[in-house]
């Protein structure tokens, strides 16, 4: 069973920086996309990043230049260094990761929360 384990939340004030990682076990199958989403409390669930095994990435508008999203395939593992945070950063973020081949394609982590103060 995959298992994401998510880590690096915590609270910051605005204008620091965190750096979230997500490892990924339990699985023979090669990752391809992963990604990090966030929800805020009384919001749906948005996508933050999310990067292609060959690296390739894509961002929400609201976290281009701030945000970057990178991943070590021989690790299963995907970070997000986030800079200059804002207070509507602050949500639970979820890693995400599709595998391929596996019984579950479609992967969650538990989520970790991000606390900005302004």
């Known amino acids: 069973q995959v298992q994401l384990v998510e880590s690096g939340g915590g609270l910051v004030q605005a204008g620091e920086s965190l750096r979230l990682s997500c490892a990924a076990s339990?699985?023979?199958?090669?990752?391809?996309?992963m990604g990090w989403y966030r929800q805020a409390p009384g919001n749906q669930r948005e996508l933050v990043a999310r990067?292609?095994?060959?690296?390739?990435?894509n961002y929400a508008d609201s976290v281009k230049g701030r945000f970057t999203i990178s991943r070590d395939n021989a690790k299963n593992t995907v970070y997000l260094q986030m800079n200059s945070l804002k207070p509507e950063d602050t949500a639970v973020y979820f890693c995400?990761?599709?595998?391929?081949?596996?019984?579950?394609?479609?992967?969650w982590g538990q989520g970790t929360q991000v606390t900005v103060s302004s």
């Open positions: 990067i292609s095994r060959g690296s390739d990435t």
């Open positions: 995400n990761a599709l595998i391929p081949y596996s019984p579950k394609y479609d992967n």
């Open positions: 339990g699985t023979r199958f090669s990752i391809s996309d």
